[in-house]
């Protein structure tokens, strides 16, 4: 659609009366199985590059696959929207979806639907193949595959943003807001970092620079989010059922806010911008914002902790020998 380009007036003229919400263009319909496809074949071929290896490759392909499905199946339970699995080479997996009220007690599910179960497995595992003089899948160890698995999901229940542990402390204890959730993400990236260079993955040194564009943004939004409560703008609503005097003042808001509109006249008088289709989708994100619920009671938060620290302390407790790194030393 071309945009219109004439000087209107405000709304107290009825002869020039503001303009109507700009109508967005078609969205693009996700195909998430696609997606999936596409970051699968990505994953496979940069993992068999650095493992050369498809025996093991498989492995840890399965072993990733059974934890995102617990991620997948508690996000479909919770009744998120646009629910997908994307591979990321050389890192993982991750599962992501919408919904509008996000809710402590439902997060710690889903995010340790993740850990726990490959966690459990791999104990289970390791004592059968104990109890059995060991045994191998092709060439490779039984016990291989059970120490993967524990260690895999262990070092995902460690608290550092945004392993699922991360995630869970900053939602839960921290509420993802204020200044200590900030100092805890920003020592999140520093931990990561540093671990990064002392294992030379150089390449992977991107991962914290766009976690810390993600969470820039996603902090200037809260931000936004604020400023339209505190001029009473209603934001529950769609994009289609927004007024045009509500889309005309979100819009003054948004350029207010947003250094690269800067140089975009909010109106009085009003007129449609030649980037007007980013502009309203700046506008239509600003609407239905996300609400954390804090329904995680203090007996709730202590319980998850003595069960989150017994989870990370099982292996000990069982007093699992760990010869992981021994046999990917050879």
């Known amino acids: 659609m071309q945009p219109e380009t004439n000087n209107i007036a405000g709304p107290g003229n009825t002869a020039n009366p503001m303009p109507p919400r700009f109508p967005l263009s078609e969205p693009v319909v996700s195909n998430s199985l696609a997606n999936a496809l596409k970051s699968l074949v990505l994953y496979v071929g940069f993992g ?4 050369r290896r498809w025996d093991l490759l498989l492995v840890i392909f399965g072993i990733l696959l059974l934890h995102e499905a617990g991620h997948f199946i508690a996000m479909k339970y919770y009744r998120y929207a646009d629910v997908q699995v994307l591979f990321l080479p050389f890192i993982g997996a991750l599962v992501k979806g919408s919904k509008n009220e996000i809710s402590q007690r439902q997060s710690i599910f889903i995010l340790l639907a993740g850990p726990i179960p490959g966690l459990l497995l791999g104990i289970a595992v390791y004592f059968f193949d104990i109890g059995n003089n060991g045994l191998k899948i092709g060439d490779i160890p039984l016990q ?35 200044l200590l959730s900030d100092i805890y993400f920003y020592l999140s990236m520093i931990v990561i970092t540093v671990t990064l260079v002392l ?45 045009d005097e509500d889309y005309w003042r979100i819009r003054a808001i948004i350029i207010q806010q947003t250094p690269a509109f800067q140089t975009i ?28 619920l804090l329904d ?35």
């Open 144 to 178: 291989l595959i059970a120490q993967l698995l524990i260690w895999a999901n262990l070092l995902n229940l460690l608290p550092v943003y945004p392993l699922d542990g991360g995630q869970l402390f900053n939602r839960v204890y921290l509420e993802e807001e204020g």
């Open 199 to 243: 294992l030379k993955f150089y390449i992977l040194l991107i991962v914290p620079v766009l976690l810390i564009y993600r969470y820039i943004k996603n902090r200037s939004l809260t931000k936004l989010d604020r400023e339209l409560e505190h001029a009473g703008i209603d934001v529950y609503t769609s994009y289609d059922e927004l007024s």
């Open 296 to 330: 995680a009671s203090i007996p709730t938060k202590m319980m998850l902790a003595l069960l989150w620290g017994l989870a990370i302390a099982l292996p000990w407790i069982l007093n699992i020998d760990f010869t992981l790194f021994q046999y990917l030393a050879r």
């Open 48 to 51: 068999y590059l650095l493992l």
């Open 265 to 292: 006249h909010p109106g009085p008088p009003y007129q449609y911008h030649s980037n007007e289709n980013k502009i309203a989708s700046e506008v239509e994100a600003a609407l239905s914002p996300r609400l954390l």
